[in-house]
């Protein structure tokens, strides 16, 4: 029965590199489809129509005479030495190189991306050992890789293999695990008061066929992340986080270290946000590697996130990387891996590790790339701007209450004084006597020099502040 064959799609003349792969499945269409059985100038004229008009621009470049313009392989060596003088053997290597297994890539696939990376590279005869080196590197598995690097005369066949048959056996493991277990029990008979053994069913792991319920999970606490119990009895309770510094959970149970702004089909998380004249500032147009982008400031993010479909704007492969990523409730997030990227506002510019989550509908500036480009600076000018209206007097010269203000002590009040001065670090002591000398200074009167010795002298702290004061 015949049957139609589709042409290749149209080459992409931005990639040249891929012109080897995409010339090949051409002359598996000639041969399926027949065209190779025509004539020369059929083939001519099939290949230039799906190369473009672009294509036809370079065909002009070429300057062929009439009978070298009508020979199918004189055309098509011309373009083979036209993209291969274009490749650039050190891109292709530094992308053979930087290749890792991504997060949820099959064993196969990655395999067979090695083979398609190392075609443009010119390894030669080196061809198969460096294979062999990155995928043994580059494998997701680490307990894996470093057995591989255990064995000796280790060749790329071999390391296929064994790479194969691991991640066949792990696919097993699970079925293997849903096998029924029996556990052997000592329960005391009502008569004689003696004991007999009884199998008993262990719980079973997957659906109850008659209520096609799914067994109940243990719920986890808050603070601890353990099987659920009182507050009172939680080993949190007296213990401080070492992610945030407060108390009364663990490191594993903290909410600042999580990618916090998520939406769901269940749960769309809400962060409050300033808006004048019908704006939301909450969204900011980063130019990330000079491509705008529409980002939400997300100060609870601690990574720069984007979806899937923004990713395919840029032309930079993903890395893997070794972050877990949660959301709001605790829920991992799957992520396809990151790449670095220049991040710019204005003339602020930032590189920031940019990590790509599946299904991903808003892209989320993590607190570190908001912090180095001042992204929050609109706002809090904003809000310091809202309140100066509101309250003018608050924020000019010194507040003063206009009379003399009594304070009242308690009747056990005793008084506090310290016998011994403190001593000011030397850095620090130029900017105490300044700041001294201005709060005792005719028209502000904020403090009195005291010659004569007190019932009542507490003691100072110096705090210096960023604009270069001492308070």
Not at 205 to 215: D, E
Not at 235 to 254: L, M
Not at 353 to 374: C, D, F, T
Request: proline fraction near 4%; aromatic fraction near 10%; include cysteine.
């Amino acid at each position: 029965m015949a049957f139609q064959i589709s042409p290749p799609e149209a080459f992409n003349f931005q990639r040249p590199q891929e012109w080897e792969s995409w010339i090949g499945r051409f002359e598996r269409y000639k041969e399926a489809s027949g065209l190779v059985e025509a004539s020369a100038s059929k083939q001519v004229n099939t290949l230039m129509y799906l190369l473009g008009s672009k294509g036809d621009d370079i065909l002009s470049s070429f300057h062929l005479t009439e009978q070298q313009a009508g020979s199918y392989a004189e055309i098509k060596g011309r373009f083979d030495n036209y993209f291969n003088v274009r490749r650039n053997v050190i891109y292709e290597r530094s992308l053979f190189n930087r290749r890792y297994q991504y997060t949820g890539e099959s064993v196969d696939d990655f395999i067979t991306s090695l083979y398609t990376l190392a075609s443009s590279c010119n390894y030669g005869q080196l061809r198969e050992e460096m294979i062999r080196d990155r995928l043994v590197v580059g494998i997701g598995d680490r307990s894996l890789s470093e057995r591989l690097q255990l064995m000796a005369d280790l060749t790329l066949e071999r390391a296929i293999s064994v790479i194969r048959n691991t991640d066949v056996v792990k696919k097993q493991q699970p079925m293997l695990k849903e096998q029924h277990s029996y556990s052997l029990d000592l329960v005391r008979t009502k008569r004689g008061g003696g004991f007999k053994v009884e199998n008993r069913r262990a719980p079973q792991p997957f659906f109850n066929q008659r209520s096609n319920q799914r067994p109940r999970v243990a719920a986890r606490c808050e603070w601890c992340g353990r099987n659920t119990h009182p507050r009172k009895f939680c080993p949190a309770s007296n213990a401080t986080c070492y992610a945030c510094g407060t108390r009364e959970h663990f490191k594993s149970r903290c909410k600042t270290h999580r990618v916090h702004n998520v939406v769901t089909e269940t749960e769309t998380a809400f962060l409050g946000s300033i808006s004048t004249s019908g704006t939301d500032e909450r969204f900011i147009i980063v130019h990330v590697n000079e491509i705008p982008v529409e980002f939400k400031i997300d100060t609870g993010a601690d990574v720069t996130v984007i979806g899937k479909d923004i990713y395919e704007l840029f032309k930079t492969p993903l890395e893997r990387s070794a972050l877990a990523i949660s959301g709001p409730k605790d829920e991992s997030l799957a992520h396809d891996g990151m790449f670095v990227a220049k991040l710019r506002i204005g003339e602020r510019v930032f590189k920031e590790e940019i990590h790509v989550i599946p299904g991903l509908s808003q892209a989320l500036l993590g607190w570190k790339a908001i912090k180095n480009l001042k992204a929050l600076a609109k706002i809090c000018e904003l809000e310091v701007n809202l309140y100066r209206r509101r309250f003018p007097k608050l924020f000019s010269g010194l507040g003063n209450f206009g009379e003399a203000y009594n304070i009242k002590l308690k009747d056990n009040a005793k008084p506090f004084c310290l016998s011994t001065p403190r001593r000011i670090a030397h850095p620090l002591l130029k900017r105490v006597q300044i700041e001294l000398q201005h709060m005792k200074a005719s028209g502000v009167g904020v403090i009195t020099r005291i010659t004569q010795p007190t019932d009542w002298c507490s003691g100072m702290v110096v705090v210096p502040k960023p604009n270069g004061k001492a308070t």
